[in-house]
Structure formats: C-alpha cells, structure tokens
C-alpha cells in the first residue's frame, strides 16, 4: 500500500467519523426573541423560554430587548434575520411603527411568531397572547362590583398605540359604560412604567387636589403603584384632600406576576387591592415555534387563559407561585448540571469517536505494513526461487560437465603412469600431453563458470597457480599412497579380508572408473541410486560408502541421513562424491552427516588418499578395545589422532567417534556385563538383545573393533575375572564360573593365552 491510497483511505475514514458524529446530531435551530421592552414581566417570560429551550436540545436562542424603542427594534430585528435566524419571535413595541420590519423577516421565509401585543401587519405565521379587550373587561366587572357601581376612576394607560393599552381600555369603559354611576374622571398616558405613572399622576393631582377619586385603575401593575406613590405623597402633603373620606383610594393593576415585588404579592399586602395575571407561558411559546420548525401541526391564533387576584385567592395563588419558581430554580440547577453531564457526555463521544478513527488508521497502517511486508517476502521468495532455480541450473549443468571431466581426466591420468605410456614415442606423449592440457583447460572454464565465488578463484588464483596445485596436491597424494601402501595392507590382514567399499552412483562410467580405482585394495558393491545403496548397505555393513549426490529415488543426503542414523549402519563412514562445489552445499553435506565431500573432477590418488585415512581412523577406535571395558569411554577421545592435514577435505567428524557409535558400544557393553556369568551367552543372543543379524552385528564389531563379538566377549570376561582375582575369598574356579567360563580349566588356558600367566601366579 503507498502513501497515496493511505492518505485516501484516511480522508474517506475522517469524512465517515465525521458523517457519523453529524447523523447522530439533531438539526440546530436559531430563534430570535425580540422583544420591546426589558421588565419583570419579560424577564419572567424569557426563564420560561429558556426553560422551554431545556426540553428541546437543537434549539438556540437569541435575545434582543429595544427598551420601548421602535427604532431601536426595527434594527434589532434586520439584525436578528441578517444572522440567520430560523424563526422570529416579536413582542410589538406599537401596533404600525414595527411591521415593516417583521414583514421582511417574513418576505425571506423566515416564520413570525406575534406575541402578547398585536401588529398591524397580516404577515405572522402564528400569533399568542393573551386577550387584553376581555382582560379589560373583566376588570371593569370587578372594579364596578367593589365599588358598589358608584364612584370616581382615575385610569393610568400604557404605552400609546400599543394594542394591550388600546384593548384593555376599550374592554374597561365598555364595562363602565353599563353602570352610570361610575366615572371615569380622568385618563391619563403612561408607557408602562412607574416612574412615568407617578409622574403623570403626581401633575394631575396638583390640578385636580379638590376631585375625590375613589378607585385607580393602572394597564399593569407598575403603574398602579407609581400611581399609588403619587397618591400617598399627595395625602401626606395635603391630608385633608384626595382619596375616599380623607384616604387614600383603591389601585388595582395588570399583569399579577409572582414573586418578591410582583402583582401577587401586592394584592396580599393590600398595597393593590386586586391584579390581573397577564399570562407569560414562554415555555408554550416555544413549543409552538418549535411545532412550526419541525412542520408539526398548529394553532395560528392562540388565546391564553388567565384570572383576576384578589385578597381572597392571593395568598394561595402566592403559595403556589413560589412553588413554581422554586421547582423551576430546581429545574435550572438541574439543568446545568445536566449540561455539564451533556457537555462530558459529548467530550467522552468525540474522545471515542477520535480513538475510533485513530485504532481504524492504526489498522489501516499496520494492514498497509502486513500488505508491504507481505508483499516484499513474497518479492523475497520469488527471488529466492528463482536463485534456487538458477543455481539448480547451474549444479545440473556442473553435475553434466563435471561427471565427464572425471571420466576424462582420470582415466587419462592413469594412463600416463602405465609402463605402456612410459615407453611410447615422442609423438604419441606429446599427444597425450595436448588431450591432458586441453582437459585441463576445460576444467579451468568449467571451475570460471560455475565457482566463480567459490574456492581458490575467489581467493584470485589465477588458472595457471590452479594447474600447479592440482598437480602438487596428485604427487604428493600419490607419494603418500606409496608410503602407506605397507600399512594398507597390515589392515587388509587385520580384517582378515580387504575392507567393503560401497559405491553409489547412477552414473554407471562414474562407478567403473572409481571401481578401476578402489579395486586393488578393496572389495567394490554398487548401487544406482540412494534407495538401493541404503538396502545394500544394511545387508553387506561396508566399510565404507562413497556416494554421488544427485541421483534419482533417493539423492545422497537423504541417503547419508539415513545412514548415519540406521543403528546398524551408523558406524560407516561416507564420502560424498559430487559436481556440488559450492560452499552451502558443502554445508549442506556435512549437516547430513558425510564424513567428507569430494568434488568433481577428482585426482585418483586425492580420493585413494581419502579413503585409507578414513580406515586408518577406524584402526585407531579398534586399537582401543584391547584396554579394559571402563577406561575405554575416558580414552577414546584423548587418544584418537587427527586425519591427516595434507587432505583438504579432512573435518572435524573424524577426531572423535560418532555418538552413534559410542551408544552401540555402551549397549553392547551392557549386554554382555549383564549377561556374562551366563555360560550360554552367544553372539546370537547378543545380536538379539541389539535388534542386529548375526551377520550385521559381526560385520559392525569386526568394521569398529577388527576382532569378533567372540573375541570380544572373551576378552570381557577375562578382563572382569582379572578384577575378580583380588578378591582372596573367591577360589579361581569360583571366579571362572561367575564370568561364563563352563570349565576352570579351559578358563586357566583362555587365562594364560592372554595375559601369559595363569590366575594362580597372578593372585
């Protein structure tokens, strides 16, 4: 994988995190809330909204308050839209002065919520609020009823052309209207608030201090008791005038909020005589905007319920106030809470959906690695494959060139030695000398081609130092064999016979010519391939093998494996005889076992030379056996002597005794120490205890010891009872029948031919 598909791969995992994290989100929608004034009234309705705001998760609110300013809110409005807004809602500072602006919100297809005042405009997709003509009325019902529908009214107007003041005057006096006994002796214009109430009121008192006002009726609350204020400071200025027999008169109000200063609390304190709750419901004004947004079904007018306060209900409608806003500040505490719960909530999500994305990148990586690495031991394996193959070519075709070379130059080089040579013509040595230098030439191209890091070339011997070791290396092997010619045949008659070759080879010239060589000193058996040798092998128990490597069936380190762990087997030593020159696989056969490895084209005399020292070897093991039985493990290795160093073959198998070896000794050992008082103990027997032939166990102790397991036995009991001698307890008869012997006689003789004493002269 390349960085450029990584690099894809990871935008497409972002883009789907963040497509995730995106589908689970509600969609987030804005509303505006303008409103035209900023009081308690509108404080308490934006709580409401924001508590409306807690049940609706995608909602965000934006508030804006113009302070009875219609410019102010016209602008506040543009505002509002230009932000992008999804819905407006609108408090009307006046009925005409604002609609200009809320018909352009409306003109982009923004919806228009009108609430608690009315417009002019027709453009408002929903209107709520409550109904201030009935509000109106209503109070006027009261107003007349507890004043016994008689007496004077001072009226207190809100805001001029704002539809609550219009409304709820029109509701009053069409009231009044039905009782002729009641007056309304002035009425005067407030803005809503107390300041402007006390200040109006506070003038007209001054004009009018002989009027007797018996009732005030303010458009809210706060200008009742701004008119109230200016009532008190008139009666404390001038006691005797003003108000209901020298009083103060009664004030009732408008909007009835709860709370510490609210309408609720007023009418309990008998500061107002009576109020009207003025319904806020911000919490349902949001859900209508909500039901627009989400294109739920809705009312387009919606009137809110309300009713008057009086000293009759205040004090629980008081209670019950409290209680709400009690429970509401639970509400907000919780709330906040909860969005700090929300708010960890939505950190630990992104948290996790990051640790999401980067484990998915860090697999992504790491398959992007496996992919790589796999691609590259694949890379890797082809390559190796295909050195495999090569050097395959190149072993079988050295294997193909090598194998008639050998044929050529040895045959040629045992020619030149015969008497015939040696007396032939000037012309026809001169012609044996071009065939052999040609040979030769052709060996050198062969070694260039296929040993060119291999060897002496690659120590940078040129061809010509090449020809001259070869033929060093053929005389002095050749002087050597002449030296040791005597001592090949001391083992020839320490066999008793000449020693077993066996020869494997599926190249039948290449057996012929080795078996032209070898047969002079050694008794030759052939096989063509790997699966035969192993069969001749444990039948005859050679001496030893010399074998080719690349032969069908079975090739000859599947063979020299199979040798050297066949118990009756494992003692024979093995050459390897082949075209493989290279150093692995050198390696390769000394890991199978070879005790050498001789490559193609061989000097006879290199390979005769191989062969006696290899033998020579094993006379020294046999040599061992003449000591006592428990000294032998001790010795084997300090007294076996090194092969000799002029043969470059020479490994370091040959300094000891293979483990094999020594584990058929020790159980051969055992069985006889076991066994040895038994005078019935036979060869066969002993050959049975081993899992061995008669044959195989007497060719493999004669092949490691040159002595019979007869012998052998012998020699065991008599070295045991030479042991035993120094014991004067036991009679010298007593100690031939503990070692085997079946007559004290023929022990005493078998005794002398040894040791050239009898028992008694020892003892």
Same mark, same amino acid.
């Given at each position: 994988?390349n960085?450029?598909?990584l ?7 972002l ?5 995730t ?13 303008s ?5 308690i ?8 909204l924001?508590?409306g ?7 965000d609110l ?8 219609d410019?102010?809110?016209?602008q506040?409005?543009d505002?509002l ?5 999804d819905?407006?809602i609108?408090?009307?500072?006046q009925?005409g002065t604002?609609s200009p602006?809320?018909d352009?919100a409306y003109?982009k297809?923004i919806?228009?919520i ?13 209107y ?5 003509y009935?509000?109106?009325?209503l109070?006027?019902?009261y107003?007349?009823?507890?004043m ?5 009214i ?12 219009i409304?709820?005057h029109?509701?009053?006096?069409a ?6 006994d009641?007056?309304?002796v ?8 107390e300041?402007t ?9 001054m004009?009018n201090?002989?009027?007797q006002?018996?009732l005030?009726?303010?458009?809210n609350?706060?200008t009742?008791m701004?008119?109230r204020k ?6 404390k ?11 103060l008169?009664l ?7 709860p709370?510490?200063g ?7 304190d008998s500061l ?7 319904p ?5 004004? !949001?859900? &209508?905007?909500?039901?627009? +947004?989400?294109?739920k079904?809705?009312?387009? #007018?919606?009137?809110?319920m /309300? $009713?008057?306060v ?7 409608l ?11 500040q639970?509400v907000e505490q919780?709330?906040?809470?909860s969005?700090?719960?929300l708010q ?10 990051l ?10 990586l ?10 590259k031991?694949r ?11 090569q050097?395959?070519f ?8 090598r194998?008639? !070379?050998? &044929?050529?130059e040895?045959? +040629?080089a045992?020619?030149?030695?015969t008497d #015939?040579?040696?007396?032939? /013509? $000037?012309?026809?040595a ?10 030769a030439h052709?060996s050198?191209l062969?070694?260039k081609?296929f ?6 070339v690659a ?5 010509h130092?090449?020809d001259?070791?070869i033929?060093?290396?053929?005389r002095?092997?050749h002087d050597?064999?002449?030296n040791e010619?005597?001592?090949?045949q ?15 080879d ?11 060589i070898?047969q ?7 096989a063509?391939d ?8 444990? #039948? ?5 093998i010399?074998s080719?490597v690349?032969?069908p069936?079975m090739?000859g380190?599947d063979f ?9 087997t494992?003692?024979?030593p ?18 199978s076992?070879?005790?050498a490895?001789?490559t ?7 390979l005769?030379a ?11 093991l046999?040599n061992?056996?003449?000591q006592?039985?428990e ?11 090194p ?5 470059k ?9 293979p483990?094999?070896?020594?584990t ?38 004669k092949?490691?010891?040159g002595?019979?397991?007869?012998d052998l ?7 045991k009872?030479?042991e035993?001698l ?7 008869s ?19 031919d040894e040791y050239?004493?009898v028992?008694?002269d020892?003892r």
């Amino acid at each position: 994988m390349n960085y450029r598909n990584l690099l894809r791969y990871t935008i497409v995992l972002l883009c789907a995190i963040g497509f995730t994290a995106c589908s689970n989100t509600p969609r987030k929608y804005h509303i505006g809330v303008s409103q035209c004034s900023n009081d308690i009234w509108r404080d308490k309705q934006n709580a409401e909204l924001r508590m409306g705001a807690y049940l609706h998760g995608n909602v965000d609110l934006l508030f804006a308050t113009a302070d009875d300013s219609d410019e102010r809110q016209v602008q506040q409005i543009d505002s509002l839209v230009a932000e992008g807004i999804d819905l407006l809602i609108v408090a009307p500072n006046q009925v005409g002065t604002i609609s200009p602006a809320i018909d352009r919100a409306y003109d982009k297809g923004i919806p228009v919520i009108v609430f608690e005042r009315k417009t002019d405009s027709k453009k408002y997709t929903a209107y709520m609020g409550a109904d201030n003509y009935e509000m109106g009325r209503l109070m006027g019902e009261y107003v007349a009823s507890r004043m016994n529908h008689r007496g004077n009214i001072v009226e207190v107007m809100g805001l001029k052309g704002s539809s609550p003041a219009i409304e709820r005057h029109n509701g009053f006096n069409a009231t009044l209207r039905k009782y002729p006994d009641i007056r309304v002796v002035a009425t005067l214009q407030g803005d809503w608030t107390e300041p402007t109430a006390y200040n109006i009121t506070r003038q007209w008192l001054m004009r009018n201090a002989e009027q007797q006002v018996d009732l005030v009726f303010g458009m809210n609350d706060r200008t009742a008791m701004g008119a109230r204020k200016a009532f008190l400071e008139n009666l404390k200025e001038s006691p005797s005038l003003g108000g209901v027999r020298g009083g103060l008169p009664l004030f009732c109000g408008i909007d009835g909020l709860p709370g510490e200063g609210g309408g609720i609390q007023l009418v309990r304190d008998s500061l107002l005589d009576a109020s009207y709750i003025y319904p806020t419901h911000g919490d349902q004004l !949001l859900k &209508l905007a909500v039901d627009i +947004l989400e294109g739920k079904p809705y009312e387009k #007018e919606t009137s809110l319920m /309300s $009713a008057i306060v009086t000293h009759d209900n205040a004090r629980v409608l008081l209670l019950e106030s409290d209680e709400v806003m009690r429970q509401s500040q639970n509400v907000e505490q919780l709330h906040k809470m909860s969005d700090g719960y929300l708010q960890r909530l939505a950190n630990q999500r992104m948290f996790t959906l990051l640790s999401v994305g980067i484990i998915l990148l860090l697999l992504l990586l790491f398959a992007g690695l496996w992919r790589y690495n796999r691609q590259k031991a694949r890379i890797a394996k082809e390559r190796n494959r295909l050195e495999r193959e090569q050097l395959d070519f190149y072993t079988q075709v050295s294997h193909e060139l090598r194998t008639p !070379l050998t &044929l050529i130059e040895g045959p +040629l080089a045992q020619l030149s030695a015969t008497d #015939e040579m040696q007396k032939a /013509s $000037a012309a026809t040595a001169d012609m044996l000398d071009i065939v052999q230098r040609n040979a030769a030439h052709l060996s050198r191209l062969v070694n260039k081609i296929f040993d060119a890091q291999q060897g002496n070339v690659a120590k940078g011997l040129s061809p010509h130092e090449i020809d001259e070791m070869i033929v060093s290396q053929t005389r002095e092997a050749h002087d050597r064999l002449l030296n040791e010619s005597t001592v090949q045949q001391g083992i020839a008659k320490a066999f008793g016979e000449q020693p077993t070759v066996l020869v494997v080879d599926d190249n039948a010239d290449i057996r012929a010519y080795i078996h032209s060589i070898l047969q002079s000193r050694y008794r030759i058996i052939e096989a063509a391939d790997g699966e035969k040798a192993l069969t001749v092998a444990r #039948e005859e128990v050679p001496d030893l093998i010399l074998s080719d490597v690349m032969m069908p069936v079975m090739n000859g380190l599947d063979f020299c494996r199979q040798v050297k762990t066949d118990f009756v087997t494992s003692h024979i030593p093995v050459i390897l005889v082949t075209a493989r020159a290279m150093n692995q696989h050198q390696v390769e056969g000394y890991e199978s076992g070879a005790d050498a490895y001789i490559t193609k084209p061989f000097v006879a005399d290199v390979l005769l030379a191989r062969v006696d020292n290899l033998l020579k070897s094993r006379r020294v093991l046999k040599n061992l056996w003449n000591q006592p039985v428990e000294k032998q493990d001790v010795e084997v290795a300090q007294n076996l002597q090194p092969a000799s160093p002029e043969v470059k073959e020479a490994t370091p198998q040959e300094e000891t005794p293979p483990a094999a070896e020594n584990t058929f000794i020790t159980r051969f050992k055992k069985v006889v120490e076991e066994r040895m008082s038994d005078s019935d103990l036979s060869v066969e027997i002993i050959a049975a205890e081993l899992a061995l032939s008669r044959v195989q166990l007497y060719r493999k102790v004669k092949a490691l010891t040159g002595c019979t397991p007869v012998d052998l036995l012998r020699r065991a009991r008599l070295n045991k009872a030479l042991e035993l001698l120094a014991d004067p307890e036991l009679t010298v008869s007593e100690i031939a029948y503990r070692v085997g012997f079946t007559s004290p006689s023929y022990f005493t003789k078998c005794f002398k031919d040894e040791y050239g004493k009898v028992p008694g002269d020892v003892r």
